[in-house]
């Protein structure tokens, strides 16, 4: 299973013995991000050289969704409507941010040594890399794509693996301003896959609540960084 995936389920048992005032505090929290349905047919993912390249069997996702905060304009931090730094800064926000710690210290205390001393962990470079293609994060990812609105890492497993694995995922962070609505709007999309032999159904239903419970901490996290 997906280290981010087990993060998840541990963040699912901690907030189900964690009381009702405390969950409700975090789904307020988190009441403006919402998750919208996206397709294997209507996306480039799917379709994309990494996704066919990293799953020669054809293996339909173990988990997809696709979580989308929208912001106003006004709200913003001027300077970065402006030569992608929105997109940069708010993936910053989710490396960077108060909802990744917790999995950044698991990582770090796991894997962090001789072998992956190039690689970003402390959080004060997270918050601040711009994130080029090849940054490898934490031993889980490693950016493969950087466009002006979005940021694509591989994750899955560490970096150091860099063949087909065993289990295998995109992490899409992706920032669009949309002038005719006012609105930027963020998005954080997962598709999580089996690389090697044939895929066998898909996540349970508490796995898939959990990593969306911890979509939603990262998507607040990081927006909490664009905000004036």
Known sequence: MSRIVKSASK???????????GFGSFLFFTRKSRFVPFTFTNDAIFTS?????FNPNGNAPVLHDLCVRKVPLSQIKPELLENGKLTEVFCAGVW???GYEIQRRYLERKYRGQATVNQ?????ELAESTYPVGTQITDHF?????TPTSISVRCGDSPLKSGVRAS????EMSAVVKEDEGVAE?????VFFKGEG???????AHIQYAHRLYTKLLMESAVQKVLK
């Open 168 to 171: 295998d995922g995109v992490f």
């Open 11 to 21: 963040f699912l048992a901690y907030t189900s013995v964690a009381g009702a005032v």
């Open 186 to 190: 963020f998005g954080l999309k997962s």
């Open 142 to 146: 490693e950016v493969f794509e950087h």
């Open 96 to 98: 960077g941010g108060i």
């Open 120 to 124: 970003l962990w402390d959080t004060r």
């Open 198 to 204: 044939k895929s066998d159904g898909v996540m349970p």
């Open 49 to 53: 050289s990494h996704f066919k390249k």
